[in-house]
């Protein structure tokens, strides 16, 4: 079983508006959580990264938000653009190392004029 | 900006043949990654190279895949023989060091489609 669930597995909506992806994770221990963007056919590129300690991160129109204690990731998209449709992709470190990520399958993001 | 550079693009083999993956990580980066997507799912880590060491194979089918880094600088990934459950997107990707909060920055993959 996935230790990483991300929901929805895909989502279309309107050029302009905002979207929630969710990421729930099982991982322990936790060292942080990244979420990723990946346009078709390319590699993933890093949006942000939270340690334990961050509740909130923004990067531009991206804000990221992590629960620890529910272990509970989410990705606000505001004022969406069709650059925006890609893959979001949500990964825990479990320790302070790089050697134990685990990755969440994705959310297919459809951003349509 | 500097990229990890991968070659092929794309890669159409026929079963039971060898393929080899090319990935060129940002200069200076110590760390390199090789990873298989199957469509729709995350990434799975295949093997991961501390310069020229290997530092996670435990994924790796070893009796199918090799990966290698001689000089802890590029790194080439094989399978021999390829199967159709091999059909993936190949991401090699690299970081200054192992510690938590470096960032990975992934090139962009192999194509790998295996009739």
């Known amino acids: 079983k996935n230790q990483v669930e991300q929901s929805p597995q895909s989502l279309i909506i309107l050029e302009g508006k905002n979207c929630t992806l969710q990421?729930?994770?099982?991982?322990?221990?936790?060292?942080?959580l990244r979420w990723y963007k990946q346009d078709t056919g390319r590699g993933p590129v890093s949006l942000t990264i939270?340690?334990?300690?961050?509740n909130t991160k923004s990067n531009r129109r991206y804000t990221a938000t992590l629960d620890a204690d529910t272990k509970q990731s989410s990705l606000h998209i505001t004022a969406s653009q069709l650059s925006d449709s890609a893959s979001y992709i949500c990964?825990?470190?479990?320790?302070?190392?790089?050697?134990?990520?685990?990755f969440g399958a994705g959310t297919r993001l459809t951003v349509k004029p | 900006e500097a990229e990890v550079a991968q070659s092929p693009r794309y890669k159409i083999t026929e079963k039971s043949q060898a393929v080899a993956f090319w990935c060129d990580p940002i200069?200076?980066?110590?760390?390199l990654y090789w990873y298989r997507q199957i469509l729709g799912q995350g990434p799975e880590l295949l093997v991961q190279?501390?310069?020229?060491?290997?530092?996670?194979d435990s994924q790796l089918p070893k009796d199918r895949f090799s990966a290698e880094r001689l000089k802890g600088v590029d790194s080439t990934l094989k399978i021999q023989p390829a199967e159709l459950g091999d059909s993936a997107m190949y991401l090699c990707?690299?970081?200054?060091?192992?510690?938590?909060?470096?960032?990975?920055?992934f090139g962009p993959g192999t194509r790998l489609l295996v009739l």
């Open positions: 990964v825990v470190n479990r320790d302070d190392n790089n050697n134990d990520m685990r």
């Open positions: 200069s200076g980066h110590a760390t």
């Open positions: 990421c729930n994770y099982t991982v322990s221990p936790f060292s942080n």
């Open positions: 990707a690299s970081s200054l060091g192992q510690a938590g909060g470096t960032t990975q920055y």
């Open positions: 190279f501390q310069d020229e060491s290997v530092v996670d």
């Open positions: 939270m340690t334990f300690s961050e």
